[in-house]
């Protein structure tokens, strides 16, 4: 069983920048990959970023390719998402999620744990 706690959103203005990170507890954190995921008031859940169990391979989504950097510190057991140029449309709560099977995924079904979410709200 993996637990996973998402800290660092909060209030933001257009052009700012935030630093999510996500702690792991439980089973051995080098063995997932993870994702970050966002999800705004009546809309689905989408993909942000991903990066495998070695911190070899990353991908984006589009939407934030250039702005957001996803990493990761196995002897921390914390992945972090570092948001630079924020967006009104990047408001979200966003998620960390973890998966056990090898390989980068961006769907939602591709993560079997996840954390609570925690909110960006990026004003104008």
């Known amino acids: 069983q993996v637990q996973l706690v998402e800290s660092g959103g909060g209030l933001v203005q257009a052009g700012g920048s935030l630093r999510l990170s996500c702690a792991s507890s439980g089973r051995t954190f080098s063995g997932y990959g993870m994702g970050w995921f966002r999800q705004a008031p009546g809309n689905e859940r989408e993909f942000v970023a991903a990066i495998s169990r070695s911190v070899s391979n990353t991908y984006y989504a589009d939407s934030v390719k250039g702005r957001f950097t996803i990493s990761r510190d196995n002897a921390k057991n914390t992945v972090y998402l570092q948001m630079n140029s924020l967006k009104p449309e990047d408001t979200a709560v966003y998620y960390c999620?973890?998966?056990?099977?090898?390989?980068?995924?961006?769907?939602?079904?591709?993560?079997?744990?996840w954390g609570q979410g925690t909110q960006v709200t990026v004003s104008s």
């Open positions: 999620a973890a998966r056990s099977s090898i390989g980068l995924s961006t769907s939602v079904e591709g993560y079997g744990y």
